[in-house]
């Protein structure tokens, strides 16, 4: 969708007004290694997407707030105020951009001094593992700061987004998200430090391969109320930890001191979850390392690595997703495949050779839908920019 196409139909939800229509977009993102290490102060290595939310936005001269989705026509126009602004099961998709407005006035002191309408565009596939609640509220935030003259730096937006999640939404995610989509850069993937948000890019430039996303088309209810059980279980690890090493974050352990000393974790579950926090930092650091050494082998290895650590130790995988993981390492031309995002279904990611990309999708598609009967579906994807006004 283009700029005119997006004003076009902004005009048609909400008609004709004084004040300019302006547009806004914040990308998806995918995680290429270091899965749950964000909340743990550990390294991760995302890249932000070209597909992601297109917003448009008008001020108002009063309180109202009305929203409107093109992804979900058929809840109509969600009407709120800034004089209340809850967390609601009415409020749908609009909790985020709520929530976004809430941050603002409790994290930084800011009241916006009136209202606005907002049309919402995506090309993300809902509910499969890219962020587009963290693209949502990068998106939201760049707008409000443009719109209302707010100077927030694209790090201030990305922080007020985790924020909104951890407060607001309720949702105890890390950083990653909302710093990728905010900041990423076009053919580059971020090296971030979460504990210090130091961040360095690196080229992902492969001529002779591709990046393949694969849509699970599954997403199991329990992902929200145990991926804040995961962060307490890793919590509790640490503070046990702690009584004997002097960490702040399990990011800030190797592997050898673990191993030493995870004899202090007395739950075997906690201590699970702990290992994979500590290797999967390790892998992310090492596969940087690789990457940049132009190993794109070694760095598949590790990817290959990662989603047996998420499989059994972290247990955020699912029947789906190890399937599709299986069939992918199973199949010529593959250099490495895990799963990406939060878990309990989503998306796979993968590293294709590009003499095998057809017979990449064909196949997996076909003996995926064979086992459970669903329809999976490919992305072949380029790392793109980070938020920005365009319009």
Known sequence: MDEKQLQS?????????????????????????????????????????????????????????????????????????????????????????????????????????????????????????????????????????????????????????????????????????????????????????????????????????????????????????????????????LAQLQTVLPVKTLGDLDEDSFETHKKVITDPVCLRRARHAVYENRRTIKAFSLLKSGDIAGFGRLMNQSHVSLRDDYEVSCKELDYLAELAWMHPGVIGCRMTGGGFGGCTVAIVENEHVESFIAQLGAKYKGRFGIIAEFYIVEPGDGARAIM
């Open 9 to 237: 139909e902004f005009l048609k939800a909400f008609g004709t007004g004084t004040e300019p229509v302006k547009a806004y977009f914040a990308p998806g993102r995918v995680n290429m290694i270091g899965e749950h290490t964000d909340y743990n102060g550990g390294h991760v290595f995302p890249c932000a997407l070209t597909l992601g939310i297109y917003g448009a936005f008008r001020r108002r001269q009063d309180r109202q707030l009305r929203f409107y989705s093109l992804s979900y026509p058929q809840a109509g126009i969600i009407t709120a105020s800034l004089d209340r602004l809850i967390n609601s099961e009415q409020g749908g998709w609009s909790n985020y951009p709520m929530g976004v407005i809430w941050t603002l006035d409790k994290k930084a002191g800011i009241q916006l001094p009136g209202g606005f309408d907002m049309l919402v565009y995506s090309h993300l596939p809902v509910g499969c593992g890219l962020s587009s609640s963290a693209a949502l509220e990068v998106m939201t935030g760049l707008a409000l700061s443009d719109l209302f003259g707010l100077h927030r730096s694209l790090k201030d937006i990305a922080l007020d987004g985790q924020f909104c999640e951890n407060h607001f939404i309720n949702l105890n995610c890390g950083i990653m998200d909302q710093f990728i989509s905010a900041l990423g850069r076009k053919d580059n993937a971020m090296f971030l430090d979460t504990n210090t948000l130091d961040y360095e890019y690196a080229p992902l430039a492969m001529p002779d391969a591709k990046i393949i996303i694969t849509n699970s088309n599954v997403k199991h209810s329990l992902a929200s109320s145990a991926y804040n059980q995961r962060r307490q279980q890793c919590e509790t690890a």
